[in-house]
């Protein structure tokens, strides 16, 4: 089946740093691919998705390429802030039609910013 | 424009006491899920509902039930309540399998004691 593998944290940064969390996936068909953010307290919020190969989804600062060769999805930013601290989920829609119809999610990165 | 909204925020029960989650979103989606979020093992998928009148078994549905009682709203039941249902539950919506982006609720926190 689906399954999503991200590096688990916690990851503790110094302001200003450059930030990668790396997401690796695995599907039987061609999956789009997603960030989500969750921050203390709240639900979860979609950062950034990419649909299709070599696709870059970029929001607040955030990219990711979706990299089919290496079946990867990896989060960056260039330098982070204090409140870019959260739990950061990797996730894949499978649209092959098999299988259930829901969001396969990575098991969150922690990220802390410290000032 | 609220999205997607559960009820209650937070619950306490004793095992083998009943309840149901309740979750309502206003975006017109035809899609609704429910996930479990336990830690270090990030959202794993109980039930959800591809369109009104249709609910389908996910991932770890045992001791779950779910209604999708119209377009908008989908309830989660616990019949019977066991400690291994400690966690935060969260509510999603999407409009379809094209539109894959899913919009997530703000979640319950359930404490079985």
């Known amino acids: 089946g689906d399954s999503v593998t991200q590096m688990e944290g916690p990851v503790t940064l110094s302001e200003e740093a450059f930030l990668t969390i790396n997401c690796t996936y695995t599907a039987t068909g061609y999956p789009s691919l997603f960030w989500y953010v969750q921050y203390p307290g709240e639900g979860l919020q979609l950062l950034l998705k990419a649909t299709k190969a070599d696709d870059k989804g970029s929001n607040k600062g955030f990219e990711a390429t979706y990299r089919k060769e290496t079946t990867s999805f990896h989060l960056e930013k260039g330098s982070v802030q204090v409140s870019d601290s959260a739990v950061y989920f990797c996730?894949?829609?499978?649209?092959?039609?098999?299988?259930?119809?829901?969001?396969?999610f990575g098991k969150g990165t922690h990220l802390i910013i410290q000032p | 424009n609220a999205g997607v909204t559960q009820t209650p925020k937070f619950q306490v029960l004793k095992t083998g006491q009943s309840m149901t989650l309740q979750c309502a979103q206003d975006m017109n989606h035809n899609s609704m899920y429910w996930y479990r979020q336990d830690p270090g093992m990030g959202l794993r998928l109980i039930y959800y509902s591809a369109s009104e009148g249709t609910t389908d078994k996910g991932e770890v549905p045992n001791g779950y039930n779910v209604s999708r009682l119209n377009k908008r709203e989908f309830s989660l039941r616990l019949e019977s309540a066991a400690p291994s249902q400690t966690s935060v539950y969260f509510c999603?919506?999407?409009?379809?399998?094209?539109?894959?982006?899913?919009?997530f609720g703000p979640g319950t926190r359930l404490l079985v004691l």
């Open positions: 996730a894949l829609s499978d649209r092959s039609g098999g299988g259930a119809d829901g969001l396969t």
């Open positions: 999603a919506s999407r409009r379809d399998r094209v539109q894959e982006t899913q919009y």
